[in-house]
């Protein structure tokens, strides 16, 4: 069996049990295996946590590991390696591959290849309609049978009403979290920035933050319909902010998600017009932005995700109108939200493990997203103060898009296990326990 641990004097976060304290954990055959002050236990392995927070493995709702079909962009391989070295002992995958993730094999694919490279945990999100068409139901419940935890068209929402209806239904009767990216194509259309006074200065056409609105707007009507438990992806408007906290207010099973890029930067980065700044959504105003934080702030927002999407050098390089949406980001979220959270004092540490771990397991009812005594030993620990500068160069994931680089962060993983093993060591960790 593997060893045991003894993670010593660290500020032990767990919102699952309410713990903010200075304490020691033990791990033993893959568990925690006890939780205290000044344990006196002995390990095959004591490492030194002081001035570090010992959190329930991070967990990321939003990535695209490209696997299979883009190769060339991310592989669960590069993918998973760079969301362990990013503190993240889970990630969930969007099934916009080629082929799609759309059917029970596509989905055991993904988990048999997960175990086979054994980085983080991944739990795949099957599509809603095959092919990611919008018009006829994927495989649902052989997909949930063989290990999707979630359903989305992501990429695309379902512009069709009924289909979308019945998605929900369907989706609702395993119970597993439906995830909507909200995007009405008649309003984005060919859209490549946020739709205001800097798009039509840069001569660009834009995406108005209605098409954003108006999908989730009817999706809450039809959500009503049905049991299921309905999530936002990358929320980006203000007036989708004002939707979903009145929608919970009414007591509806409504929960959401934000990325770093939303939170930390506004339409006006468009300017320089670098396709590191294209993302869908896309980057909004400031007011949009504050609403995001606040949102964050008062809960209406659940959980913080990254929306790690890997494109190639070469695809990036296009003009900024033909270039592909998104970015990278599973190793530079938690310095990132740290930065547009924890600095400005928007939410306190425990929040924001709350948003980073226990509440994304909640949504996906997976294992994680707590230290009590006899679960999975999955365990982030982070250094808070730890400066470094983002560089993709030392990225590992295997593309390098990102608006970030050269950024000057504060705080970064330097330990991640899954079940009691180590998945990613910072070097001078490995230093202070020998
Ligand atoms: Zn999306
Ligand atoms: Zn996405």
Redesign the pocket.
Known sequence: MNKSILIRGGRVIDPSQEIDDVLDVVIADGKIAALGRKITHTADEVIDAREMIVAPGLIDV?V?LREPGFEEKETIESGTAAATAGGFTAVAC?PNTDPTLDNDSEIEFVLRQAARVGHTRVYPIGALTKGRQGRELAEIGLMVRAGAVAFSD??DGIADASVCLRAMRYVSMFDRLFVQ?CDDKSLSGDGCMNAGLTATRLGLPGIPALAEEVMLQRDLALARQTEVRYHV??VSAAGSVELVRRAKAAGQRVTAEVTPHHLLLTEEACGTYDPNYKMHPPLRSRADQEALLEGVRDGTIDCLVS?H?PHSQQEKEHEFQLAPF?IIGVETSLALFIKALIEPKVITWPAMIAAMSSRPAELLRVAGGTLKVGSAADVTVIDPRAEWTISVEKLRSKSRNTPFDGWNVRGRAVLTLVEGEFRYRDERVAARAG
């Open positions: 939003h695209h969007m992501d990429g990216h992806a990358h929306d999407a998104g």
